[in-house]
């Protein structure tokens, strides 16, 4: 007689973590200013490489079938009682920003993994299929594009556009998919799932304030990304008279004052802009900068204060060119996405699962970016956040969130699955 299939499931939460810190010191580094351990996993550089093929061993050993496609996306299958059905969908991404933490999309993936290791100790097999997905260059910030692989497989973005996508140093995405070995075969549009949960760490303070250990997260706000470049004229420090100068340097400052004037007066929203990227050129004391590159990163939850903001912004720059003789600026589209709503019946089992584990949460939107905004234009989809500490601050070494946290929302994770993969 076959035990029946559980309705709940709790993980090993000491596997889960070993992994998470075992990740972590692929691409560590110590930060000199603080002495805190880092993480620095850029998309397809050697660091990410070498922790795409730990993934991919610990896939194997928990006895996934594993493909890789055209863009470098991994995806690790767990076979169900009826194989032809859409497999449940779960994951994230393990690149990371140049001075990260060990949870940012870690937590996804290696989540993902503990649910199959569970599975597979407790003998369950499910209805439908599951699989792991290790999407390529979520962050965007060595390619230029983030949720790129994700993108790519759901089809809003081209593999051709993703392959042609330069880092500073000139070397593309293909060429750098090839190099790292990457360059998978399999068709690179994903068949759209039965369901997609992502599990990630929340990066702010909003669960930490409401004191609670797991968001069930509605959805995430708009991001607009461009570039750009200020071309003014170079010229002596001391003998060129203001009057005739054209400086570079100083039309970045005076747009990133203006970004904080329109954030501040609330007229566009909860418009967040940040001046992430600015260099100028030559980059020398006694020369007036020629040239100045910056990067803007816009984020609201509102898609029409969204286009507002950025039509705004454009028309300040248009004026800032009339304001110094000599001056010209140019711009380049980088990024750019809606706000996304979460499917609201995967959001129920989310909560019901958290619920049946007696773990309080709040529904909140994602200030970040996510895989899961991709997917969830080819599948019902949602995610779920795990409370960070200090603050929730992310992008940083000091990101953290404790083993109890990362096994509540992983239990979460693999209670929705379980039920999600036993669906007709
Ligand atoms: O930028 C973001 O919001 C995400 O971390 N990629
Ligand atoms: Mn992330
Ligand atoms: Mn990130």
Redesign the pocket.
Known sequence: MTSPTPDKLTVDSDRLWQSLMDLAEIGAYRDERTGLRGVNRLALTDADAAGRRRVGAWMEEARLSVRIDQMGNIYGRREGADPSAAPVLTGSHIDS?ATAGAF?GCLGVLGGIEVVRTLNDRGITTRRPIEVAVFTE????RFGT??LGSAVAAGRLTLEYAHALTDRDGRTLGGELTRTGFDGPADVRLAPPHAYVECHIE?GPVLAEHNVPVGVVTGVQG?SWQEITIHGRAAHAGTTPTRLRADAALAAAQIIVQLRAMVDSGAYGELRATVGHLNVHPDLTNIVPARAEMTV?L?NPDDTHMVRAEEALAAFLRDLEDSQPGLTLATRRMAQTAHVPFDKSVQKTIAQAADDHDLPYIPLLS????DAQEIAAICPTAMIFVRGEHDGI??NPREYSTPQACAHGVNVLATTLLRLANED
Request: net charge negative; no cysteine; charged share 35%.
């Open positions: 920003v940012d979520e962050e965007g910030v983030d949720m990066q991001i990163d984020r200030g970040a970016g996510h992310s992008h």
